[in-house]
């Protein structure tokens, strides 16, 4: 279990457990891979981050992931697997946020990308993505750090 505060002062909890604070949660975030590239989205507000979102009322937060994955980049998931879930105590409200990892085999262009640009292939995710304001909050904290700790330690 891993504790630390988020770039907006929010604290974060953590863990690579089977669902430890919630069976069914209502956010989801996919870090995706896709031709030996990160596959991103750029969102119109945030910036550059791993897509991801809310499970709607009549989906699982699996399904959610999936469904995700194409709206904001186009991506269709060939294998999805759950990696952990972190809890944030926001100022008004608590949220769950499950996390997965994704192989995309294809990516088919939308009409339209929800509330983002699309995609966005990456070699590398760059250093110092806490300070780059092209990058999306939601990248700036230690999940993203740890969590890719984790996807590597499992596809070893
Ligand atoms: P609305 O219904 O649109 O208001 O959304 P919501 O309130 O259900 O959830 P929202 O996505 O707005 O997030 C609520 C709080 O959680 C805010 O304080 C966000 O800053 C924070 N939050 C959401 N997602 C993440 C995340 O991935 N990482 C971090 N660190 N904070 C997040």
Known sequence: M??????????????????????????????????????????????FEFPGGKVEDNETALEAAIREVKEETGGIVKEIEYIGQYKVKGKEKVIVKNIYFAMVNQLVEQDGYYETYGPVLLKELPEGIQKDKKFSFIMKDDVLQRSIEEIKRRLK
Do not use: A, M
């Open 2 to 47: 891993y504790r630390f505060i988020d770039y907006y002062h929010n604290e974060v909890v953590l863990s690579f457990d089977d669902h430890p604070f919630s069976k069914d949660p209502k956010h989801v975030w996919v870090v995706c891979r896709h031709q030996d590239q990160w596959l991103l989205t750029k969102h119109s507000d945030r910036g």
